[in-house]
């Protein structure tokens, strides 16, 4: 099992930055790539963007391209969510997971993120 612990959100206003941080511990050799998925009130969970630890391969969902950079520090075992010119509609709870053989399968707290217009 990984062990995931998030941080770094908060509230900011529309167009400004925040950077996530997620620290993993415990068999974190089983993990291939992590990725950041996020939940708004009254929708459904969402992917947001995933790295491979092998060779930082990333993947975002669309609406964030451009906006938002997901890179790790293998040393820290540790992953970024850096998000800029954030939107009203980026507000929800973040959070980081381990993908391991099949799925992402496990799972941090979470971490608020509320953007003001």
């Known amino acids: 099992q990984v062990q995931l612990v998030e941080s770094g959100g908060g509230l900011v206003q529309a167009g400004g930055s925040l950077r996530l941080s997620c620290a993993a511990s415990g068999r974190t050799s089983s993990s291939i790539a992590m990725g950041w998925f996020r939940q708004a009130p009254g929708k459904e969970r969402e992917f947001v963007a995933a790295?491979?630890?092998?060779?930082?391969?990333?993947y975002y969902e669309d609406s964030v391209k451009g906006r938002f950079t997901i890179s790790r520090d293998n040393a820290k075992n540790t992953v970024y969510l850096q998000m800029n010119s954030l939107k009203p509609e980026d507000t929800a709870v973040y959070y980081c997971?381990?993908?391991?053989?099949?799925?992402?399968?496990?799972w941090g707290q979470g971490t608020q993120v509320t953007v003001s217009s």
């Open positions: 790295i491979t630890w092998s060779d930082s391969s990333t």
């Open positions: 997971a381990s993908r391991g053989l099949k799925k992402y399968d496990s």
